[in-house]
């Protein structure tokens, strides 16, 4: 029994990851919204964009906007002459489409992709953090088709939560990080524990003929039979027996663990954790400043044991995140309040200072990029180029900026960043960000807990030198303005089409550096967005309000609610007002007395192809599987309960007035009740499902006998 019942399902997103899930060749985003699990899948539109680069040079120009005076739309109307002579751009852009979700039991805080030996799918797992030190292991089942749950992990006994008056696993910070290579999972819950969780590799050599007691040991055990938290060591299951690690036996200084992340390119798996032995605190700056550690470790599975491979102390105070990178860069980058550090393989260590707070609160050394006045508190990181390692930043107000590695041969010698201009998209996200996915080569999911979360898409600007003729050609004393006009204007329409660039004397004075894009070479746009209402702020009730002198309140009256549940919703730029109702508020522009009528199916069927005349058959993206040139009828088949009890189906087509019955056709009234209506075949076919037979039709209401 509940006290309470809930309006709307959480529309929060805390956490996504893409994965190929539904299938081997899929590319799938799933959501999590605290409690509720969303998988989408992807795809990419082409849409027409309306070219204004013209009429805003040539209003430039002239000062005069021909359109001004334009009061019919002449000019941008269908017949227009800039309609017929210009060619239109289109673009591609990526929108979601929701596959199926699910209301878990927990709060979700991770979410990891596990590529395991198989699938019922053929694609890849999914492993679910909640927050009372809980893994769930599912996987996608077509036959279903749904989510299947593979195993359950659970760390909440109280032998695993040390002391009795250690800190209680519910005010925790638990985070979940998966090897890249899928070779093990890592869950930090409670105050210093760490759970082990190793998945099966093709490789792997799971009966151990090859073990050598002398080099490897004794033989373990085989069991198999469950054990704690659901393992079993059973060939059958994709994963081995976790184990429980106590960071301070891995190394003394891992008393305050702040972050842990799994990192790239190591045979085996290794993950880098930043700790301190003490809390950090900005009250006691004067007594320590860089107190924290950052260590790496790798693991050995068999063994279940840890080496560490690298060290690096001395770190500033605020830092507080972990970011992996994958080739061509390597190493992580570690995020602070006020800098950015990225340590390499070796332990090299290159920084850079985002506000003017650094130089006071840090003795390490940072490239000075006071001016950019950046805070990094509350900010989230992804890659965008996998050429130069690239990386997007969205700020807590979210803003964008770009980060960016200088190379010296395969080594990172620096880091620069830089903001995005307001022209080139740096303002579309009114907030900050919770989680950023990659979804493509040009397209990133930005997921938000107080705005709506939107599909980010991003272009490059192209570089070329423009086709201008050099000024070091000209003779001396010859100045440009002696150039012939026709070479001007040749210039000029070289520029629309290549676009401005350094002159050929300044490029060969100065080299491209490739290692730094420019400021203007990203732009950014919204390509779709899931509507949030979170946070809620306040709420209260109102009624609708209707012209006095209008037929919309006496049309609406039974139809729409009485009332209206208006909520002030969402943080800083992403604040909005947001009306609920419990159910759908259509318009209602129109009303028909219809007393008679039990129950309505309006149905867009196909009509037959004449013959003789050849239907092509292309999917476009507003009438579906078929061009334009298909014909679709609007119809309504209406169930009916006469005065009499008589029962009987009329079908009507739908107009522009209103709607009209058919008469002249194969469909029977008199058959009694339809149950059911619906089309088949892509609209080829009717289907009314009467209470003792099943009727096909064509497009036209011609009867088709069943066999």
Known sequence: MQ????LTPPTAVTHSLTLPFVSAESNNLVVAKTSLLQIFTTKVISIELEDKSEEERSKKQTGFDRKANDDDGLESSFLGADSILRPSERANKTKLVLVAEYALSGTITS?????????????EALLIGFKDAKLSLVEWDPTRPGISTISIHYYEQDGLQGSPWATNLHDCVNYLSAD?????????????????????????????????????????VTQVSKVTNGDSSDSGTPYGSSFVLHLPSLDPNLIHPLHLAFLYEYREPTFGILSSTALPSSGLLHERKDHLNY???TLDLHQKASTTILSVGGLPYDLFMIVPLPVPIGGALLVGSNELIHIDQGGKANGVAVNMFARKSTSFGLADQAELEMRLEGCTIEQLSIQ??????????????????KMDGRSVSGLSVRRVSTESGGSVIPTGAT?????????LFVGSECADSVVLGWSRKSGQLTRRKPRLDLPDGLDDTFLDEEDLEDDDADDDLYGNGPSTTQAAAAPIDTSITKAGDYVFQIHDSLVSIAPVIDTTLGKSAFPPDGDERR?????????????AVGKGGGGALAVINKNIQPKVIGRFEFPE???????SAKRPAIKGLQVTKEKTEISGDYSDDAQYDRLMIVSKALPDETEVSDVYALTSAGFEALTGTEFEPAAGSTVEAGTLGNGMRIIQVLKSEVRSYDGVINYIVLE
């Open 3 to 6: 006290c309470y019942t809930e």
């Open 111 to 123: 979410l990891a992709r596990i590529n395991t030996l198989s699938s019922k799918s053929g694609g």
């Open 180 to 220: 890249p290579g899928s070779r093990c999972a890592a869950l930090k819950f409670g105050a210093r524990r760490l759970a082990i969780l190793p998945f099966k590799q093709g490789d792997e050599d799971i009966n151990m003929d090859d073990w050598d007691e002398e080099l490897d040991g004794p033989r373990p």
């Open 295 to 297: 260590m790496v470790f």
């Open 388 to 405: 130069n390692g690239e990386m997007l930043i969205i700020l807590h107000t979210g803003e964008l900026s770009i980060l960016s590695f």
């Open 435 to 443: 989680t950023i996915s990659s979804l493509g080569p040009n397209s």
């Open 555 to 567: 049309n609406s009256e039974g139809v729409r609610s009485d009332l209206d549940l208006v909520t």
């Open 597 to 603: 009528a039990r129950g309505i199916w309006t149905l």
